[in-house]
Structures are given as structure tokens and as C-alpha cells.
């Protein structure tokens, strides 16, 4: 049974590192320009990095499956690389963009 659910990590956990991404970049921001950190980028990498291991994951257990699920498990790869690109996108505007600059 565990199986089945870690199959579909890809649809899960990257839409969920995103989620999390975006509600603390908007609040990080402040944090970092007040005590000149950089927890924002630090935070998106975090996160980007746990969306990469799902997709990788749900990939390496799709292996050998029902077409129904195959197709469901291609699927959320396909979802789940939307969200990595975003999740890359937002880090490279926390590298980029100064936090203190309105």
C-alpha cells in the first residue's frame, strides 16, 4: 500500500514545496532585510530540492505498473516539472532581486 502512495509523490510533494515557497516568500523577505540574511533563497533551495526528490522518487517506483497508473504516475512527472521550474524561477528572483528595495 505504501508502494501505491509513494508512486504518486510527483503529484504531492512538489505542488506542496511550492505552496510553502510562495507563502514564505512573502514573508522572508522582510526577515532578510531586517537582519540581512538570506533566508528566502535559502528556504526556495530547501524546497526545490525536496520537489526534485519527489519527481525522482515517484519516478524510479512507476517502474512496472498497470497503464492506468503508469499513466497517472507520467502525469504528475509532467505536473510536477511545472512546478520545479517554477520553484527554480522564484529562487533565482531571491538571488537576483534585493529584498530591501521597494
Known sequence: MTNI???YTALILPLLAWALSTQFGQI???IDCQRNGQWTAVSCGILLLVSVAG???SRLLSTGTAKSERFIADAG???ALAFVFA???QGAATVLLDPCQR
Open 55 to 57: 519527481v525522482v522518487i
Open 87 to 89: 520553484l527554480s524561477l
Open 77 to 79: 512527472f509532467l505536473v
Open 28 to 30: 522572508a523577505p522582510y
Open 5 to 7: 502512495w509513494l508512486r
